[in-house]
């Protein structure tokens, strides 16, 4: 499979058309997100030319002194193929290249130094790179630059190799591919761009080759420990970058609608993580005209590692903040260590009140199947849809991760989260962007490392979710001008430009130039007349669950 075929479908599947109508068709979706145009169809050639550009290079210091300093205006333009044939052509010009190298071969089976003749295999070892390094001029600098771009576009492809070595069950080429890989990684960047995504995929990949009893430990969230270290990595994750304060932003502005007219409402938040989206609702019912309503707010989240009752801490500080602005305010916390544990009854929704349900990057969570029990996301949309809420707002990450091959999913992703990482370049914020960082590397573990239930990171685009969700009872809520402003506002607050919100048939999306990578909608019940309300109040009371 192609990185071409792949990146495109990717792009395609995000559901926003000015994410696929952005690069021609011909173009290398992944490069062109780096700035090179390359042409799925010479993607072999390039890849042969910049091997001897590098070897020429390596071998030839001499006339790589000459090249520098000779009349000839050398640019690194985004037409790589023709920048690497222009400096191939002034080489041959001033000495032949060795008549020995070989092409690459369509699939390449990891580097091996014997594959160039012997003695010529410096491209595969970091010192001499060094050296020649060291031996360049100052005014040459530019030149030798290609080396570390060539490096970043082998290490791509020799990533996808490895994917497809993985889906193949080879493991034993897989894992030659891995040393490779690191190998080569020493001589990139690994601070920024191509560099950085690829020593995370690198990980990923290790992880699942090498340490296959453990992936369903990797980034699954499946011990109260790892939990509350995902609280804190998402809590920086917050602070960082505009993604989760665009989900909270344009939730509450739904919910706020949604809520206008009635005394009494309830909010049920299937991930609470410290709370942080709800001051800002709270202080928005506050200066509700005619004053503010009564408020509920059903908290629901893992269990604490140490004993502590952290859902209900954080219900105290919501009280205080709701007290001091004079809005009546409830709180209950229901500890559960996955979504699908949360039974009805433990919310005790009161038929008088209005209900919002809010799911911020939760339902993908609920995709995972298993023979031995229910859908998980049937049940759970099951009975959200018996509770009859006024709203349910659903942000999830704007991708498709949940495809059954792996080699799929694996360049979905890594198209996906280098466009992310692209973003997060834009932060300023120490040490919140080194936090973020592996926030983002936790969900590229998952997704690569583990299969069946431990594989919870299940991202599937908006348009999927319309299907779903339109099948399971619920019809569509326009968002609404109001939700558009709030989110385009808040982009004001970070000083990078890439950002930009988008406006699709009643949703949004918030992405990085031209791919979205959030998705927020809104959704309302379809009354089911055969379907009884299903445990709307009940007494039962669990040491778990608890009011304020």
């Known amino acids: 499979m192609s990185l071409y ?16 109508a952005s690069k021609p068709a011909e173009i290398d979706g992944l490069l062109a ?14 890849a042969q030319r910049l091997e ?3 070897t020429a290079m390596v071998n030839s210091p001499a006339e790589l002194s000459q090249l520098a300093s000779s009349d000839t205006v050398h640019f690194n333009p985004s037409d790589i193929s023709s920048w690497v044939d222009s400096l191939l052509a002034e080489f041959n010009h001033s000495s032949s290249l060795p008549s020995d190298l070989p092409d690459f071969p369509d699939v390449v089976p990891g580097i091996n130094p014997t594959a160039v003749s012997e003695g010529d295999a410096a491209w595969t070892d970091h010192d001499a790179a060094q050296q020649v390094q060291q031996n360049v001029p100052a005014n040459q600098v530019t030149v030798v630059t290609a080396m570390e771009e060539d490096s970043g576009i082998r290490l791509v492809h020799m990533l996808m190799t490895c994917a497809e070595s ?22 990139v960047n690994t601070s920024c761009g191509i560099g950085k995504v690829a020593g995370y995929f ?33 809590h920086h994750f917050y602070e960082a970058c505009p993604y989760l304060k665009f989900a909270h932003f344009t939730a509450n502005q739904a919910i706020l609608e949604a809520f206008d007219g009635h005394d009494c409402v309830h909010v049920i938040d299937f991930n609470l993580m410290h709370g942080l989206q709800w ?20 908290g629901i989240g893992p269990p604490s590692p140490d004993g502590r009752d952290s859902l209900r801490e954080i219900g105290l500080r919501l009280a205080e903040l709701a007290r001091s602005v004079n809005v009546r305010f409830a709180f209950r916390g229901v500890a559960a260590q996955r979504l699908e544990d949360v039974k009805p009854w433990m919310l005790q ?5 209005a209900v919002a349900v809010n799911s911020i990057m939760q339902l993908h969570r609920l995709l995972g199947s298993d023979p031995n029990r229910n859908s998980p996301i049937e049940l759970v949309l099951g009975w959200i849809r018996h509770l009859n809420p006024k709203i349910m707002t659903v942000i999830e990450q704007e991708a498709n991760h949940n495809q059954p091959g792996f080699m799929d999913r694996f360049t979905e992703s890594l198209y996906y989260y280098s466009t992310m990482f692209d973003s997060l370049e834009a932060c300023t914020l120490q040490p919140e962007k080194a936090f973020a960082e592996i926030y983002i590397q936790k969900e590229i573990c998952n997704v690569v490392c583990c299969e069946g239930s431990a594989r919870v990171e299940r991202h599937e685009p908006l348009s999927k979710w319309r299907t779903r969700l339109g099948q399971a009872g619920f019809r569509p809520l326009h968002l609404g001008s109001n939700a558009f402003k709030q989110a385009s506002m808040l982009l004001t607050l970070f000083s990078a430009e890439g950002y930009c919100v988008e406006e699709i ?29 299903v445990g709307i109040v009940n007494h039962h009371h669990h040491s778990n669950h608890n009011a304020l």
């Open 279 to 298: 001051p800002a609702l709270i202080q928005a019912l506050a200066l509700r005209p005619g004053g503010p309503p009564l408020l509920r707010l059903t």
């Open 166 to 187: 993985v889906q193949r069950g080879d493991i034993s080429l897989a894992g030659s591919l891995i040393d490779d890989m690191q190998a080569l990684l020493r001589r």
């Open 349 to 353: 929704v009161n038929p008088k009140e």
């Open 505 to 533: 048939e009643g949703c949004l999306t918030l992405g990085w130039h031209s791919r979205p990578l959030i998705s927020a909608s809104a959704w309302q019940a379809v009354p089911d007349a055969n379907s009884p309300l």
């Open 33 to 46: 997100g780096a700035g090179y145009k390359v042409r799925s169809s010479d993607l072999r050639h390039v």
């Open 52 to 54: 001897r550009l590098e």
């Open 202 to 234: 690198i990980d990923a990949l290790s992880r699942r080759i090498f340490t296959p009893q453990g992936i369903g430990l990797v980034g699954g969230g499946g011990s109260s420990a790892s939990a509350y270290e995902n609280e804190l990595l998402y």
């Open 5 to 20: 075929d792949s990146a495109t479908s990717a792009g395609s599947s995000s559901g926003s058309s000015a994410s696929s």
